[in-house]
Structures are given as C-alpha cells and as structure tokens.
C-alpha cells in the first residue's frame, strides 16, 4: 500500500464496544461498568474524549432538568413539552424513560465536580427556563470524560470508525473498524454488543458561512453522521430522518439565544423595530391549525414567523439587547454566556464593532442539521423500555436497533426530542444498562466476523491514499485532478445538492418532489464518484470516510422528505407542493431501511402511540 504500507492491523477484544465518546457515549461506557463489574468495555472515539463532541467547548446551561427533588416538573411534563414542539410527533415511551432518569445524571455530574449555579433564595439549581439550569461549564466534558475513562477497561482516542462488522449469519452486530488518525494503523474491534454514541451531522447542507469562515457552523463541525451512517450500512431501520433542525441564532457567529431570552428577558423585533410574530398568526393557523395556539409555540413556528418577515422585506430581524444591559449583572451574564460555550460569538460582536449595550445585534436563521438530541428527532428506530413502550415498540432490549445487539443513544437515536446533554448522558446510561443485559444472556453465544469481512473493508478504507499517490502524477500544480476527487470538493457538492435540492437556505427551506428525485440522482452521481476519492495524508483519510457518512445521512434525509407528503414542520422546512400540515394522514412516524447490496431504500410508516395524556 505505497506510502502506508508499515501499518500494523490492532485487535480488539470487547464485551461492549462504545462508538464515540461524546455526552452518550461517556454515559454509556460509565454505565456499563456499573452493571458489567468484569465485562470488557472499550470505548472508541475519533478525537479525545477530553475535549470531544458537541459539548467540547463547554456549555452554559443544562437544557434538561426535571428538578424532581423539589417538585419543579414530572417526567409526564416534560413529554408533553418535547411532543408540542415537535407538532405531536415523539417517541413518548423513550421521552419519558429519559426524563425520569436524568435527574440522577446530573446530580452526578456535581458530584464530580461541575459547578452548578444556585438560586439564592431557594438554594436550588439556578433556572433559566422551565427545563434548562444555568452551570459554570467550561469543563463539563473533562468532568464527564474523567468518569468514563475510569471506567472503561480501555479507551482507544483517534480512531475514526468507519464500518460496522457484521456476524456471519445473523442479523447481528460483531464489531467495527476503523484506523488511528495520526498512526494509520488498520483497527478491528470485536465485539458483543455495540452501543453507538457518534453524535449528529453538521455541514450535510450548505452552511451561511463561506470562504474561510466555511468551518463555523451552529453544531459541531466535526459531527460527521456517522451515528446515521454506520447503522444505516448495515440495515438498521432509521426514522424522522426528515426532521431536520434550523436554529435561530445570533448572526456570523451562531451565538445561542436561549439565556437571552429566558434569562435575560430580551426580545426580538423587525428591521423597523416592530413585534412581527403576532402578524403571522393568521397565516400559519392556515397551514398548521391548533398547533400555533399550543404553548409554548414550537420552536419550527417561531422560526417561521422570523422567515415569512424576511421574504417580506421587513429584515433584518434583531434582538433587543439595549435594556438589558443596562444592568450590569445582565451585561455580564450575556457575555459569559458566550465565553463559556461560543467564544467565536463575542469575538464576531467586537470585530462588527458591536456592543449589544448600545446596538441591537441581528439574528439569522441556520442552514439545517441532523440530529436528535435537541429540538429535532433524526436518527434511529429503537426498542423501548418494557415497562411503558407499546408492543409495537418492543421487539428486544432497551435502546436496541433494529440489527441484533446493536444500540445507540444521544443523537444516534430518534423520536426523542430535548434530550441535550444531560440527557443524552442518560440515554446512554439507559442503553448500556440494557447492552449488558443482553451481553449476559447471550453467554457464550458470540457472533462472528469473517477475516475476509474487515480485510476486504480494509482495502476499501485506505484506497484514497492510494488514489491520490497514483493520480497526483498527473498534475504539476493545484489540486484539480482527472483522477480523484479530494474531500472538499465532494463535501462541497454534497452541501450544494442538498442546498438546492432538498430545502437549505438558498431556497428558503422549500423543496418539493421534483427537487427531490433530481437531488436523489445527483446524490447518486456523487455516489459513483467516491471511488475515486483522494486522500493526501491521514488527515484527509478522515475528511473522505467523513464525507461518505455524510452522504449516506443526506440520502437518507432526502428520500424521508420525499416520503413524507406534507409540511409538518414549517419553520424547519416546507414541501411546496404540499404546504399544509396533514394530520389525517402524516401523523406517523417516517422509517427507511437502506439495503446496502442493492442500494434500494424502503420506506414505511409507523404509528405515534400517546401513552401520557
Ligand atoms: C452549539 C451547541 C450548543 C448546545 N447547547 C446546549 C446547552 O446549552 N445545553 C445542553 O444541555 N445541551 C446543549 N447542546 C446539545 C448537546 O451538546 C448534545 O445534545 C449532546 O452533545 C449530544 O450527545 P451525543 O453523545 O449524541 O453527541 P456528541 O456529544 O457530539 O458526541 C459524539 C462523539 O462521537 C465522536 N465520533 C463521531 N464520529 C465518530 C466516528 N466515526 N468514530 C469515532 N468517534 C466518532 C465525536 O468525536 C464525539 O466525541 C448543544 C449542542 C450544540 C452543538
């Protein structure tokens, strides 16, 4: 294999092999060895669990906190929050076992050292809103990580996973593979069962920001859908994958709004400094009906009051942050708000000369993202816990996809909206438990894996550095090659196809069927083209099998957009020729199976069971 050919093969032998050390995956190796005293639990990420995943750089409140001890919310509430704001549509059985649980999670995290902000008058947690508690975490993923490291027999940093090993026979999951970032070693981890924590997508749809500011996004650049696309190469069934998510966040920046206007109390207003939201109270009630008097008004109807003021020419649409920071407190909390979690939003504010005590700062609307940890459900189809979910739910252990020990949690999973990273912990507490569970009862029964499996998927991996070796001779200068395709070009004609063809900020969101079968053959074409990727060095290695996850991700998307035939979440994204919520008929759940021997994809719905009133 030319420039790599001394790289080793490393085995790996685990009971439980964790995808992704991030909030879930953290959760879930912590877990385990809780109920596993002497299983092997390994945990892999493609960074350093230190500083990995959407919660790297700290955050600033805990969005998920029922507060149970002193009787702020019940587990019931908070599910019917998450099924308002997704226009009815959650997996109530997975919410709910969520919500009861995840107290414990966070009292944990104090435990361990996360400096929690306290009301002090009550001494209880510090409210920001009816869920969220406001944390000085700038630490809060080494606080998280430090509990999982010590917990797992091993943790292997920067290994980027890029197949699922499959038994031989069965429907059931062996393993996965991947290589070292930095060494190139061939890594091939055994396993029993697999729990899948590898966090959402990011950069699927062509972001606002352009030319070197290309790597700012709202969710982390470095989530890559690979808890979509590893479990939909093998089969597993995916559900809501329509359902993406668009942010309103402060502009150039992607600065969050939540403890502006929960905390601090600040408002929005049009370009002329009038409320506009009320006037778009008619017009929506046309397209979504009772679902724009439900309290609070889901996020995807906010966002579509915003858009509709903006076509009308009304924009730009600002925050009024004038009167706040009139108070010195406020002042400050705004600008640690950002300090703690979005540095870059504060740095943006003193390069536009703006001081929000003086200016109003503009608001934008994201380019859309997958995931389904926050006011969004992507991901996968999971069983349910057996004391609350509908039969229908249920055909195995807790958190379990639809491929024999294979689990997930966090943004892997769908149908469970608000989660965040107190939830998503949980989620992933919850799926480790059930994991050694099924682990212990399998006994010696084990699956598996052929040599021929992962060193054919060997071959296949490290084929671009091959590619890039051979076709670089071609050219003398640049980085255009009629042999290969190098990651930033495909990446940027993904983000163009799904931009142009599958509802992204250039269209204002709006897609139909016409532009969904071309968006799906142009996504094929691209498709053909990622055998002939190029990969420089180890790095770009990475960039390629990120990019192929992110295809699979938006193929994924797209065929669930086409397939659901109404707009059920203006705000997020409209289908144009069918711009009408439709109860009657789409008040289902959307589920795909992806055959990766035929590259067909299936789709189905499924019911929405309401087990809480
Ligand atoms: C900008 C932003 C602000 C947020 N604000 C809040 C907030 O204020 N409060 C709150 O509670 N929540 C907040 N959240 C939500 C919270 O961060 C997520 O809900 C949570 O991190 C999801 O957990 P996860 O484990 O699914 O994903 P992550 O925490 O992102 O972890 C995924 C992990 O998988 C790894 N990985 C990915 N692909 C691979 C691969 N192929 N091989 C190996 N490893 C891989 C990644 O490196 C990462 O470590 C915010 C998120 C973002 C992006």
Not at 450 to 478: M, T, W
Request: with cysteine; proline share 4%; glycine share 10%.
């Amino acid at each position: 294999m030319g420039l790599f050919g001394g790289r080793k093969t490393v085995f790996v032998e685990a009971d439980i092999l964790v995808i992704g050390g991030g909030m879930a995956g953290c959760g879930a190796t912590y877990e385990a060895r809780h109920w596993g005293r002497n299983l092997k639990i390994v945990c892999v990420e493609k960074a350093n669990i230190e500083r990995s995943g959407a919660v790297a750089q700290g955050l600033y409140a805990i969005n998920c906190y029922m507060g149970m001890q002193w009787g702020e919310n019940q587990p019931e509430d908070h599910v019917r929050y998450a099924r308002n704001d997704l226009m009815g549509l959650v997996r109530e059985d997975l919410g709910y076992d969520i919500a009861r649980h995840v107290d414990g999670s966070v009292h944990q995290f104090e435990e361990w050292g996360l400096p929690m902000m306290r009301d002090p008058k009550t001494g209880r947690y510090q409210r920001e809103g009816k869920w969220q508690i406001m944390i000085h975490g700038e630490s809060y993923k080494p606080i998280v990580a430090e509990a999982a490291r010590k917990a797992a027999t091993a943790v292997y940093n920067r290994i980027m996973v890029t197949h699922l090993l499959m038994d031989n026979k069965a429907n059931r999951v062996a393993g996965a593979v991947g290589f070292n970032v930095r060494t190139g070693d061939f890594h091939v981890f055994r396993a029993k069962a697999v729990i899948v924590g590898a966090g959402g997508a990011s950069h699927i749809f062509k972001p606002r920001a352009v030319g070197e500011g290309m790597g700012r996004t709202w969710y982390a650049p470095w989530s890559s859908g690979s808890a979509y696309a590893l479990p939909i190469q093998v089969g597993a069934k995916m559900t809501q994958m329509e359902n993406r998510i668009v942010l309103t966040r402060f502009k150039d920046g992607y600065g969050p709004v939540g403890a502006y206007f929960l905390h601090l109390k600040t408002y929005t207003q049009n370009g002329y400094g009038e409320e506009y939201e009320s006037k778009w109270y008619n017009h929506t009630k046309e397209l979504v009906g009772d679902y724009i008097d439900h309290h609070p008004v889901p996020t995807c109807l906010r966002n579509h009051a915003f858009l509709e003021e903006m076509k009308a020419g009304r924009g730009p649409i600002r925050m009024v942050t004038k009167e706040a920071f009139q108070d010195p407190h406020k002042e400050t909390v705004g600008w640690e708000n950002f300090l703690g979690m979005t540095i870059a939003q504060a740095v943006v504010w003193a390069s536009q000369n703006i001081d929000p005590k003086h200016i109003n700062p503009e608001l934008t609307t994201s380019e859309p993202y997958v995931m389904g940890s926050h006011a969004t459900c992507s991901g996968a189809w999971a069983s349910g816990p057996e004391d609350c979910a509908p039969a229908e739910y249920q055909w195995g252990y807790n958190r379990m996809m639809t491929v024999d020990g294979l689990f997930g949690a966090g943004d892997t999973i769908g149908g469970t909206a608000h989660k965040f990273s107190s939830g998503s912990f949980t989620e992933g507490r919850i799926a480790a438990k059930a994991a050694v569970k099924y682990v212990m009862e399998k006994g010696r029964d084990q699956p598996q894996v052929s040599e021929q499996e992962y060193r054919d998927l060997e071959k296949v991996i490290y084929q671009p550095l091959e590619n890039y070796r051979v076709g670089r001779n071609e050219i003398v200068a640049g980085t255009v090659s009629p042999s290969y395709l190098l990651p930033i070009h495909g990446l940027q004609r993904l983000e163009k196809i799904m931009d142009e063809y599958v509802g992204g900020i250039s269209s204002n969101y709006v897609t139909n069927s016409m532009l969904l079968e071309r968006g799906l053959e142009l996504l094929a074409m691209l498709k053909e083209d990622m055998s002939h990727m190029g990969a420089e060095d180890l790095h770009q290695l990475m960039r390629t099998w990120e990019l192929h996850h992110r295809l699979l991700a938006s193929e994924s998307v797209t065929h669930h957009t086409l397939f659901r035939k109404e707009t059920r979440w203006p705000g997020y994204y409209y289908r144009g020729d069918h711009m009408k919520l439709d109860d009657e008929n789409w008040h289902c759940f959307t589920l795909s199976r992806y055959d990766r021997h035929t590259g067909e994809w299936a789709m189905e719905k499924a019911p929405v069971y309401h087990i809480i009133d």
